[in-house]
């Protein structure tokens, strides 16, 4: 299994206090990601990171911020937890693969971490 | 915008049957497709991943295709066991500054009875 690792696993937040999920791989990988997944509408790009302090919006963005300070380290803040935002968090890592076009390689999932806010 | 569709839903097989899973995808410009297998509660594990210049992958019982021309990929298991029961899904990757983003389809639930 690929080493990435989610904290906290599980969380439950009062409306309006902010929130930090981590993602921690031990891949050395370039690229990751934080999605989240809901019923009915799958699984959605938060955002994403192409190397250290290099971080870019997806799909569904809004009232999320990230950061990368290190290779190995992700962090998605909810600068001011909304119920709309109770949802499992996961994170995904890969790689730039050194084949044809440079497409990327398998991405790797976390185990996520199901957060609820009230 | 890319759109990625699994039909069915839901699936449900008697053990030892053979099955094809279904995963289709509106804008042909990808640079691979991966499928995963989700269980109750827990991250997606990767299954097989197809780059676009590949027409097929195996691991073991499965066995994915990838016709970028129609926008269409299967999962197909072969011998199913109530082991292989959980949800299935497949995302792409877009080709050009897509950093690797994947679009998901909304799976389908598989259950093989004993």
């Known amino acids: 299994d690929a080493g990435i690792t989610q904290s906290p696993r599980h969380k439950v937040t009062e409306t309006g206090t902010p929130v930090t999920l981590r993602c921690h791989q031990t891949?050395?990988?370039?690229?990751m990601y934080w999605y989240r997944q809901d019923p009915g509408h799958g699984l959605r790009l938060i955002h994403y990171?192409?190397?250290?302090?290099?971080?870019d919006k997806g799909e569904v963005s809004d009232g999320y911020s990230v950061s990368r300070s290190k290779t190995e380290d992700f962090l998605l803040t909810l600068e001011s937890a909304t119920s709309s935002q109770t949802s499992v968090y996961f994170c995904?890592?890969?790689?730039?693969?050194?084949?044809?076009?440079?497409?990327?390689?398998?991405?790797?999932f976390g185990q996520g971490t199901r957060l609820t806010v009230v | 915008k890319q759109e990625v569709t699994q039909i069915p839903a839901a699936l449900s097989v008697p053990e030892g049957e053979n099955l094809v899973l279904n995963c289709s995808f509106t804008?042909?410009?990808?640079?691979?497709l991966q499928w995963f297998r989700q269980d109750p509660g827990k991250g997606l594990t990767s299954l097989l991943l197809?780059?676009?210049?590949?027409r097929e992958q195996t691991s073991g019982r499965l066995n994915a295709s990838l016709d970028k021309s129609s926008g269409r990929s299967t999962l197909y298991i072969a011998a199913s066991q109530p082991g292989d029961s959980a949800t299935y899904l497949c995302?792409?990757?877009?080709?050009?500054?897509?950093?690797?983003?994947?679009?998901f389809g909304k799976g389908t639930k598989l259950s093989v009875k004993p």
């Open positions: 891949e050395n990988h370039r690229y």
């Open positions: 995302a792409v990757v877009n080709y050009g500054g897509s950093q690797g983003n994947l679009i």
């Open positions: 990171s192409y190397g250290v302090k290099d971080t």
């Open positions: 804008d042909s410009a990808i640079y691979n």
């Open positions: 995904a890592i890969s790689e730039r693969g050194t084949g044809e076009g440079g497409m990327n390689t398998e991405a790797f």
């Open positions: 197809i780059q676009s210049s590949q």
